[in-house]
Nanobody, 128 residues
Framework: EVQLVESGGGSVQAGGSLRLSCAASVFTLDNLVLGWFRQAPGKEREGVSTIVGRYGTTYYADFVKGRFIISTDNTKKTVDLQMNNLKPDDSAVYYC?????????????????????WGKGILVTVSS
């Protein structure tokens, strides 16, 4: 297992920004797909964004395109999610996850199944 620790959650007003960070207990991110998922109360968990560790290729769910940016820091071994123009519907517990290079489209449920390691999740609340 890869240990994942999320940080950076909190509460903001609509239109504001937050930056989430996830630290991974690995020597390198090169062989991993990393991603962020979220789950609102009473809703199913959904994929937000993924990134291929070695190449930096990014993928986004349609509802965050143009607003969120996923990135990695190979020195700090983190995967980060810059969230801009936040909306109340973005309120959720956000989970960091990682797994082997099997699936990487955040819109594909298979991507969630392929993730072998998950963080505990952090709460993001966007108020209007």
């Amino acid at each position: 297992e890869v240990q994942l620790v999320e940080s950076g959650g909190g509460s903001v007003q609509a239109g504001g920004s937050l930056r989430l960070s996830c630290a991974a207990s690995v020597f390198t991110l090169d062989n991993l797909v990393l991603g962020w998922f979220r789950q609102a109360p009473g809703k199913e968990r959904e994929g937000v964004s993924t990134i291929v560790g070695r190449y930096g290729t990014t993928y986004y769910a349609d509802f965050v395109k143009g607003r969120f940016i996923i990135s990695t820091d190979n020195t700090k071994k983190t995967v980060d999610l810059q969230m801009n123009n936040l909306k109340p519907d973005d309120s959720a517990v956000y989970y960091c996850a990682t797994g082997p290079y099997l699936a990487h489209d955040p819109k594909d449920p298979l991507t969630q199944l392929a993730m072998g390691s998950w963080g505990k999740g952090i709460l993001v609340t966007v108020s209007s």
